[in-house]
């Protein structure tokens, strides 16, 4: 075998690892949204009993929150946590759009799934408590519905994106040689 041969070999082993790596960090990926929609849903219980039976302000039901979620969600809920406790010249809703934000950049929910979340903005910090608590169990009513069915198709998504990935990476081996 000639030194071009195995450039040939190199070069089509690097191809179906990274496209198979690809596929994996999909399958991740979604793992990962399932995993921050589980620990919202958490968050959302803390939340309901913080209101409902600790009468707490929402620094530090967000810090409560933050302290059993783990990940961008915990991330999010320590910054709302310090931001509404130091912010006082900024409106809560200025304060969570901005922390939408942060959310955005860090975590692996798509669109739909952050806008349910931004609604949640909505509900929290408005209203009297009995309101806040029934908007809160319509939130994680619709969350709780996105995950179950996320989690359904989870084993699909992550079986097909890891295979997708390996033959991807096989058929532009055999297209380029």
């Known amino acids: 075998m000639g030194w071009n041969n195995m450039l040939h070999i190199l070069g089509a082993i690097l191809v179906i690892w990274t496209c198979s790596g690809t596929g994996i960090y999909i399958s991740n990926h979604y793992t990962n949204m399932a995993n ?3 620990s919202l849903l958490q968050a959302a219980n803390i939340i309901r009993g913080e209101i409902k039976y600790a009468a707490s302000e929402l620094p530090e039901v967000f ?11 915990k991330m999010w809920l320590v910054n709302l946590s310090d931001k509404t406790l130091k912010c006082h010249d900024r409106s809560f ?7 939408m934000q942060t959310l955005k950049r860090y975590s692996s929910l798509n669109e739909k799934q952050l806008g349910n979340v931004h609604e949640l903005g909505n509900v929290l910090g408005y209203l009297d408590v009995a309101s806040q608590l029934n908007g809160l169990s319509l939130w994680e009513e619709n969350v709780r519905f996105e995950y179950e ?29």
């Not at 810090?63 to 969600?73: L, M, T, V």
Request: charge should be negative; glycine fraction near 6%.
């Open 149 to 177: 069915v996320l989690r359904d198709k989870l084993v699909h998504i992550k079986k097909m994106a890891t295979l997708l990935g390996f033959l991807t990476g096989i058929i532009i081996v055999i297209i380029f040689i």
């Open 93 to 99: 809703m200025e304060i969570w759009e901005a922390e």
């Open 63 to 73: 810090a409560h929150a933050a302290d059993r979620s783990c990940g961008s969600i």
């Open 36 to 38: 921050e929609l589980m």
